[in-house]
């Protein structure tokens, strides 16, 4: 079936320490969009890539298609980047199939 | 930017009973989709739509109605809520870039 892998599933770092996260993704799907999620809160589109490398500030979103997968780096981690990181894979059409998210905490 | 709002933020129901949850966009996009969040699964797929007056099965339909009056606008319906669909609720829209846009959703407790 169409299946998302996301890891780890979570990840405690020191501010100014980066994280990488990693997805990985079952043949029948492509491009990746990844979110962040405040507890309790919304779901914020961070990145829609479907394939290559994409830059914002200090996330930098890379996509590997033929490898089946996607990877979202932190740079110089702010307490303000704790919450839960989402990756969702969609298929040929209308479908988004999502990970069970990363859970980030970074500690002053 | 992209705009989708939900309707209620939160709703404690009585099991047995009906719940509506309504969501509205004003991007003028076709797809419309409603995801249930539980903790351990990520966000599944209930239903969508792709044009007003018709909406299709997601992934976990069962126990689950939806309606799409208008482009705009886009209902999920538990006709007899029960206890296992206390979860968070999110709409979301998709335009033709297919990245989707959500709303900052709906806490659902059925007691």
């Known amino acids: 079936g169409q299946q998302v892998q996301q890891s780890p599933a979570s990840l405690v770092l020191q501010e100014g320490e980066n994280a990488e996260l990693q997805c990985n993704f079952s043949?029948?799907?492509?491009?990746m969009q990844w979110f962040y999620q405040r507890p309790g809160g919304s779901l914020v589109s961070l990145f829609y890539n479907p394939s290559g490398t994409k830059q914002s500030g200090r996330l930098t979103s890379t996509t590997v298609i033929k490898e089946r997968r996607s990877s979202l780096h932190i740079s110089s981690s702010q307490t303000t980047d704790s919450g839960t990181y989402l990756c969702?894979?969609?298929?040929?059409?209308?479908?988004?199939?999502f990970g069970t998210g990363t859970s980030l905490l970074v500690d002053p | 930017e992209a705009a989708v709002t939900q309707s209620p933020r939160s709703k404690v129901a009585v099991s047995g009973g009906k719940v509506t949850l309504s969501c509205h966009q004003t991007n003028n996009h076709d797809y419309m989709y409603w995801y249930r969040q539980d903790t351990g699964h990520g966000l599944r797929l209930i239903h969508y739509s792709y044009v007003a007056d018709s909406t299709e099965k997601g992934d976990i339909p069962d126990g689950y109605k939806a309606s799409r009056p208008s482009q705009e606008n886009f209902s999920l319906i538990l006709e007899l809520a029960s206890l296992s669909q206390t979860a968070v609720y999110f709409c979301?829209?998709?335009?033709?870039?297919?990245?989707?846009?959500f709303g900052p959703g709906t806490r659902l407790t059925v007691l």
């Open positions: 969702a894979s969609r298929n040929m059409g209308y479908k988004l199939t």
């Open positions: 979301a829209s998709r335009g033709p870039s297919y990245e989707q846009y």
């Open positions: 043949t029948s799907l492509n491009s």
